[in-house]
């Protein structure tokens, strides 16, 4: 950037830290027109906007209510010297999320069940606790019930709406209204190493982030293995694999000299096409709270009213509060340090601390 586009950087940065994310009339209005309006050029938005919101947000500045974007910014690198630190996972995070998650679960004597679906969710009139009907697999697909005290759903926005019983929310069909953006990854398998770093972002290419997996993965052989993450990936989510490697491959090479000589061993690609909610101008009015207008019942996920994106962090969010309103149903009240507030209620930075 040119002195002056980094001295306008400075000036919007500091207007947006004056913003406060839970203003409702922010969530009408998108990020682009507002960096608009306080100076920024398009190379400013690719370079710096856009770069830090499409990996967050995953969605470009256009497509951005700015109540999302000044949360991110201002929590993200404007409340500390530290609050842009990045950290990553140096193994697969199935091992997190999984291995380690169901371990303890095992110890505590909860029952996982994997690969069920859930067909129904409702209020038993004969005792008023609640029946989830789902089918589970076995020998052969069954059905079966399970009685519970209370019920956190924690699944997309579309299979929450179609599990809810009549009343659970005042116009359930807004969850309907809450749309999805897609995720892309690219593997990329060399026989050599390549790249020397733990991962980079780049500019001018259609390449975004690109991170090392090789140990995450397992990789032996003095190969390494590259994972390119391609958020807000709607022009790339249904072309073919032998499209996406003649335009990401030429792009690695060029980023890369070291690729240049390199023979790949193998090229596959991951898709995730509703990978978050879409973080869209009006997002913020849709998304529901965690307890809901029936008791004992309560949604989860990274898509409900926790005030940040469709992160992991929002996600955890949402199970914290969804759990502890659980457990006060069951008066067994419970609070979490890390608790967030529905959306467009206090403060994201003072919740991040």
Excluded: C, K
Excluded at 42 to 64: F, I, K, M
Excluded at 234 to 258: H, K, M, S, T, W
Excluded at 259 to 273: H, N, S
């Amino acid at each position: 950037l040119s002195l002056a586009e980094r001295a306008g950087v400075g000036r919007a940065a500091l207007a947006l830290g004056r913003l406060d994310p839970a203003d409702p009339a922010l969530d009408g209005v998108d990020f682009a027109t507002w960096l608009h309006r306080h100076g920024q050029s398009a190379r400013a938005v690719e370079a710096l906007w856009d770069l830090v919101g499409v990996a967050t947000l995953n969605a470009r500045a256009d497509r951005t209510s700015l109540a999302l974007a000044a949360m991110v910014f201002r929590t993200g690198l404007l409340s500390e010297p530290a609050a842009a630190d990045i950290g990553w996972s140096r193994v697969p995070l199935g091992e997190l999320h999984d291995t380690l998650a169901r371990t303890a679960l095992d110890r505590a004597g909860v029952r996982t069940v994997l690969r069920a679906r859930v067909q129904d969710v409702h209020r038993s009139a004969d005792d008023g606790g609640w029946r989830v009907t789902a089918d589970t697999p076995g020998s052969g697909r069954r059905t079966e019930a399970v009685r519970a005290d209370t019920v956190v759903l924690a699944v997309p926005q579309g299979e929450a709406h179609r599990l809810l019983p009549p009343g659970a929310l005042d116009d359930p069909g807004r969850l309907l209204d809450i749309g999805t953006a897609p995720i892309v990854n690219l593997h990329v398998v060399y026989d050599r190493r390549v790249l020397r770093r733990p991962f980079f972002a780049a500019l001018g290419t259609p390449v975004q982030w690109v991170f090392d997996r090789s140990d995450a993965s397992g990789l032996t052989g003095g190969g390494q293995y590259l994972a390119l993450s391609q958020s807000a990936a709607q022009d790339l989510i249904d072309r073919p694999v032998a499209a996406l490697r003649r335009r990401f491959l030429p792009e690695l090479e060029r980023l890369l000299p070291a690729a240049r000589g390199a023979r790949v061993l193998d090229f596959f690609v991951t898709r995730e096409r509703a990978a978050t909610f879409a973080p869209e101008p009006g997002v913020g009015r849709l998304r529901p709270a965690a307890r809901t207008n029936t008791p004992g019942l309560h949604l989860a996920g990274a898509w409900t009213g926790t005030g940040w994106p469709a992160t992991m962090e929002s996600a955890v969010r949402s199970g914290t509060t969804a759990a502890g309103a659980a457990l006060s149903d069951l008066g067994l009240g419970r609070t979490h340090p890390e608790t967030s507030p529905a959306f467009g209620r206090g403060d994201p930075q003072q919740e991040a601390a």
